[in-house]
């Protein structure tokens, strides 16, 4: 049954991110991502029901929740017809995440771990979601220094293209940054405490996690903005992208 409510999602995820292509077609876009949301939902809550445990422990797995979150993250405020590029960076990273999550075998039924589902909860589940909502940051980030370099060249297609304002864009991608972090230390801290109760020692993937939040608690801490804070949050993410798809399998 999980398998199965692969491919709707998918269908939907892709749908997604061919429409957010054309402005015409942002609507279409924006119920793309709703459907495949929802039908994703359906496949987490069968994996869920299929064991007795945290279902997502494994790194294909986490990949498959971690795609949720980014796209839970993306519906909470983003959906929406005037923040269509943003859609159109976020729904194709989706889309290859989402498959090699799949081929990786996260998609079916969940898989029995040996840890308690309270610390996973808080420590898989916590960490993702903060690199959800980092995952989010970067593309609004992106997106700020693309139209700040286009109205800086005043670029004659720039009132087209009806982009949120650079004051709009900076303001979402520290509210998001600001409510990820405290999310990414609990996660870390849950990680710290458990590492030290079986005697276990730091490894790559922990050190990346902690450069990640040094990088993001810089942000907060310094108050950055403009083209320094959509550096810092693009910057930030490159040691997502390499926690989460180089280092993730080799820490459990």
């Known amino acids: 049954m999980a398998e199965l409510l692969f491919w709707p999602a998918l269908l939907g995820y892709g749908e997604a991110a061919i429409a957010y292509s054309n402005p015409r077609y942002t609507r279409l876009a924006i119920w793309g ?22 279902p997502w422990s494994t790194w294909a797995g986490s990949l498959n929740l971690f795609v949720w979150l980014i796209v839970g993250a993306y519906l909470f405020w983003g959906c929406q017809s005037r923040y269509r590029l943003v859609g159109l960076g976020v729904m194709p990273l989706v889309v290859l995440l989402f498959v090699v999550a ?12 040996h840890y308690s589902n309270l610390f996973l909860t808080v420590h898989v ?25 286009r109205l800086q060249n005043r670029s004659p ?10 004051v709009v864009l900076e303001r979402l991608t520290v509210r998001t940054i600001v409510i990820a972090l405290p999310l990414l230390t609990v996660g870390l801290a849950a990680g710290f405490v458990r ?13 990346v996690a ?41 820490h459990f």
């Open 33 to 54: 991502v709703r459907v495949g949301w929802v039908a994703q939902t359906a496949l987490l809550c069968v994996q869920a029901a299929g064991v007795d445990a945290f």
């Open 102 to 113: 799949r081929i990786g075998g996260g998609t079916t039924a969940g898989e029995r771990s």
């Open 125 to 149: 589940g916590f960490v993702l979601a903060a690199f959800a909502g980092f995952t989010v940051a970067a593309v609004l980030a992106t997106l700020y220094l693309l139209e700040e370099r």
């Open 157 to 166: 297609d720039i009132l087209r293209m009806k982009l949120p304002s650079l």
């Open 195 to 207: 590492m030290r109760e079986e005697g276990r020692s730091f490894d790559a993937l922990m050190g």
């Open 210 to 250: 902690c450069l990640t939040w040094l990088v993001y608690a810089g942000f907060v801490f310094a108050r950055a903005s403009g083209r320094t804070a959509a550096q810092l949050a693009i910057l930030g993410f490159a040691f997502v992208i390499v926690a989460r798809l180089l280092l993730a399998g080799s």
